[in-house]
């Protein structure tokens, strides 16, 4: 009887120490870096293939218990998910990449950031290259036929006068020019202060899904200038320059001097004044 006892109890032993062995854990330090050596925080940490898991501190720090033969999936918004096996390690650092193809697919604005399948058809894009082909010297003059959904119209034909721009028709019986920001910066009363030559690109806000974080100001549309800097490297001197000529294309005819005196004369006794030139056949006709 005694020894059938014992026989049962050095079973139940070598049962015990097998389900030790196979089902032993152990706990895993480790913290998880950026590709610049900057901790990596609120990343998770989970034990592939099951739900126990835990995320990183403020110092990318991460403490986990689990099997010595476990792999960790290691994965933050934005990065790379790695799969990193244990290997009976207690200390791991993971160094997590960039996901470029996620950031391809967000666009910047304002403060905040949209995922691009949401706002890509309501924002329109001036790059540097396709700047490089015109050479206004008005930035209005720069945005016309080159953003869908932007008019821009000539208030007056006067040299230099400023030209109106409606993003998507006139929004408000009021004002309704749209609201531009220069490298972050809410700008009043136009930009034809900046030269066209300095703007590294162009980013037209047309609906509120994208102009939302600009608020009642973004009503009628957002205009974002980038302008260029400058760039480490050696010092490099370009010089773009371009020409134009002007000709106009009817010329009135004009009243001579001795015309002019006989007209202004016949002014002045219709209205009951002395005539101004006392021999306009004397003023030269030419």
Request: proline fraction near 4%; charged fraction near 15%; glycine fraction near 10%.
């Amino acid at each position: 009887m005694r020894k059938q006892f014992r026989l049962i109890a050095l079973i139940l032993f070598f049962m015990g120490v097998n389900c030790a062995l196979a089902f032993g854990q152990h706990t895993v330090r480790g913290i998880v870096k950026d590709a610049a050596g900057e901790p990596v925080i609120q990343a998770g940490v989970l034990v592939s293939g099951t739900s126990q898991g835990t995320i990183t501190d403020f110092e990318g720090l991460f403490t986990l218990a689990c099997p010595a033969d476990a792999v960790l999936e290691v994965s933050s918004i934005g990065f790379v998910t790695q799969l990193v096996p244990v290997d009976g390690r207690t200390e791991i650092e993971v160094i997590l990449q960039l996901d470029t193809e996620l950031l391809d697919q967000v666009v910047v604005v304002g403060y905040g950031v949209q995922k691009k399948s949401v706002v890509s058809a309501s924002i329109s894009s001036i790059t540097e290259d396709a700047l490089k082909h015109q050479s206004n010297a008005r930035i209005d003059a720069v945005l016309q036929g080159m953003t869908s959904g932007v008019t821009v119209t000539q208030s007056s034909g006067a040299p230099g006068a400023s030209s109106q721009v409606r993003v998507r028709g006139v929004g408000s019986i009021h004002e309704s020019a749209p609201l531009y920001i220069v490298d972050g910066l809410a700008i009043s009363g136009g930009i034809d202060y900046i030269n066209p030559n300095d703007i590294e690109r162009i980013e037209v806000l047309k609906d509120a899904a994208s102009a939302a974080v600009y608020g009642a100001r973004g009503a009628n549309g957002v205009i974002l200038v980038t302008t260029k800097k400058g760039s480490a490297g050696a010092t490099k001197v370009s010089y773009d320059f371009s020409y134009g000529i002007q000709n106009p294309w009817r010329k009135p005819a004009v009243l001579n001097a001795t015309e002019y005196a006989i007209i202004m004369n016949e002014a002045a006794i219709n209205n009951g004044s002395l005539p101004l030139y006392d021999d306009p056949y004397s003023l030269p006709i030419g």
